[in-house]
């Protein structure tokens, strides 16, 4: 059985997170983005730990309206890293947060406490929960492993060996990822670290792992790659689309190279802070050959680079939002027919895009990010990447494919 999940979320007791995240909403939504299996997120904040209680349980997940749910949270270490924690069962998250609790003065108020604990204090206590833990958005300039420091053994000591995924965040994908030798045995991850339950947010990025049932059990496999269950399809933004793609001004995002940023010593000539991008970190840090030379180790699944449907609709009929009532409504019918987000956009042949009635425009547009013909403007310095279609001005006079040799499905991943 093929599962899509997104494994890193967070309620509305997080920071910053919108009031809509609450677990009916989060269910209803994931069922219409495609998505079989969630990250609950923040299951040590006690509020939140009581809703998901309320929950039917089996084999260590919830149930809510046809979605799973498992239990994961994100914390902060004494260093600013987060690291995720995906966690078999109340009782040990209620364990770990005992744990926490003495060393942190906002488990109670924020789902995404901090810890005055380092990463290799808090992989022991995962490891003796039984819980799998990896390092979040593993690459950004803030609050990622890699931002400060050089490996795997520098953050999590003598536990590094316990780590068993990476989170890649939005500003790095496999290619990026796989240029550093040490990560070759883990598992990536490509996750929505979604603040909101809305299409565009929610499952913006995800992962398809095979697995005979939709246990903690099998998704611990999975991840593992252990019993023939294996992650067999990533799913993301192109990473230059990522806030920190490349080094810029976090005032005015001008961009720089990192010689210029070298000369300049981080410090741009507005005044403002130049942060360094996820590009040139991972050169600094790369110790395998840049593309096309590429080597990914025998078990790494396809990753493929999509973005959210709306906002694939709104470039292509020309709006500048996906919440327009236009792009919203276009959204809805390929949804309604299509059954899911992540089949139209993933699964289904461009001829069978077509013939559910889509506007050619959008199928065209669909077709243009499966086959890269884009052109993308990357981001930095906390500023997205933007995207244009590379055929955008003939859009409008593009016919439907037709049904015949139609592109063959992406579903085999």
């Known amino acids: 059985m093929n599962v899509n999940t997104d494994l890193h979320i967070h309620s509305k007791y997080a920071m910053a997170t919108s009031d809509k995240m609450d677990l009916p909403t989060i269910a209803r939504e994931a069922a219409k983005k495609g998505v079989h299996l969630v990250g609950t997120g923040d299951c040590l904040h006690p509020r939140w730990l009581e809703s998901i209680k309320e929950l039917p349980e089996s084999n ?14 994100e914390v902060e270490d004494s260093r600013r890293v987060h690291h995720l924690l995906i966690i078999p069962s109340i009782s040990q998250a209620e364990e770990l947060r005992e744990r926490f609790r003495g060393r942190s ?19 022991e206590c995962a490891r003796d929960a039984d819980a799998l833990i990896g390092p979040c958005h593993a690459f950004t300039p803030w609050t990622a492993m890699y931002a400060y420091h050089e490996t795997l053994a520098s953050c999590y000591s003598d536990l590094s060996e316990y780590i068993s ?17 040490e990560l070759h045995r883990l598992t990536f991850l490509t996750n929505s670290d979604a ?33 023939g269950k294996k992650p067999i399809l990533n799913v993301g933004m192109f990473p230059e689309e990522g806030k920190y793609n490349e080094s810029a ?26 942060k360094k991008g996820v590009r040139d970190r991972v050169n600094e840090l790369a110790d395998c050959p840049d593309s096309p030379a590429i080597e990914h180790p025998s078990h790494r699944p396809c990753y493929l680079h999509l973005i959210p449907l709306a906002e694939i609709i709104a470039l292509a009929l020309g709006h500048s939002s996906p919440y327009t009532k ?13 059954g899911s987000e992540i089949a139209v956009l993933v699964d289904f042949d461009i001829s069978d895009i077509s013939d559910m009635g889509a506007d050619p425009r959008v199928v065209a547009a669909i077709k243009a990010f499966r086959d890269r013909k884009l052109i993308i403007h990357p981001g930095g ?33």
Not at 326 to 337: E, P, R
Request: include cysteine; proline fraction near 4%.
């Open 60 to 73: 260590g997940i919830f149930s809510l309206g046809g979605t799973s749910f498992v239990l994961t949270t």
């Open 105 to 123: 003065r906002n488990i109670d108020s924020d789902g995404r406490p901090t810890l005055q604990m380092n990463g290799a204090e808090i992989a």
């Open 165 to 181: 995924f990476v989170e890649l965040g939005l500003s790095a994908d496999t290619s990026y990822a796989d240029r550093i030798s």
């Open 195 to 227: 603040h909101s339950p809305w299409p565009n947010k929610l499952a913006r990025e995800f992962n398809r792992f095979e697995m005979p049932e939709i246990t903690f059990d099998d998704l611990k496999k999975a991840i593992l790659r252990k019993d």
């Open 249 to 274: 001004c976090i005032r005015c995002f001008k961009h720089y190279t990192l010689q210029e940023c070298l000369m300049k010593k981080w410090r741009c000539r507005c005044g403002g802070k130049i």
């Open 326 to 338: 236009a792009v919203q409504a276009a959204w809805n019918t390929l949804v309604g027919v299509g």
């Open 381 to 413: 310095g906390g500023k997205y990447g933007s995207i244009e279609l590379a055929d955008s001005m003939q859009l409008d006079e593009m016919p439907a494919p037709a049904a015949a040799n139609a592109q063959r499905t992406l579903s085999d991943f």
